[in-house]
Nanobody
Framework: QVQLVESGGGLVQAGGSLRLSCAASQRSLSSYTMGWFRQAPGKEREFVGG????????DYGDFVKGRFTISRDNAKNTVYLQLNSLKPEDTAVYYC?????????????????WGQGTQVTVSS
């Protein structure tokens, strides 16, 4: 069992930045691939990016276009999502998720463990 807790969301103006954190308790993330997703009201959950926790390989959703960066801190058992150049359309609840194995996947159904989400609101 992996418990994930996101933090770092908030209200920011367009063009601003936020750093989201996803901390895992009870178990090391070294055996998991981590993903970040987001869901806006009335929309499906969308893949933002993922990181192979052991090897460090990353993948990003097509809309990211270099604005977001995923990183990790092994010592803290934490994954980060740096959000830069934020736009109002980035407003959503952001979730982190974990799946066993080393393959990066973009579908929410491929992830087993989920955090509770953190709200990101970007004002124009």
């Amino acid at each position: 069992q992996v418990q994930l807790v996101e933090s770092g969301g908030g209200l920011v103006q367009a063009g601003g930045s936020l750093r989201l954190s996803c901390a895992a308790s009870q178990r090391s993330l070294s055996s998991y691939t981590m993903g970040w997703f987001r869901q806006a009201p009335g929309k499906e959950r969308e893949f933002v990016g993922g990181i192979n926790y052991r090897a460090g390989g990353t993948d990003y959703g097509d809309f990211v276009k270099g604005r977001f960066t995923i990183s990790r801190d092994n010592a803290k058992n934490t994954v980060y999502l740096q959000l830069n150049s934020l736009k109002p359309e980035d407003t959503a609840v952001y979730y982190c998720a974990a799946r066993g194995g080393l393959l990066l996947r973009r579908s929410p159904s491929d992830y087993v463990y989920w955090g509770q989400g953190t709200q990101v609101t970007v004002s124009s």
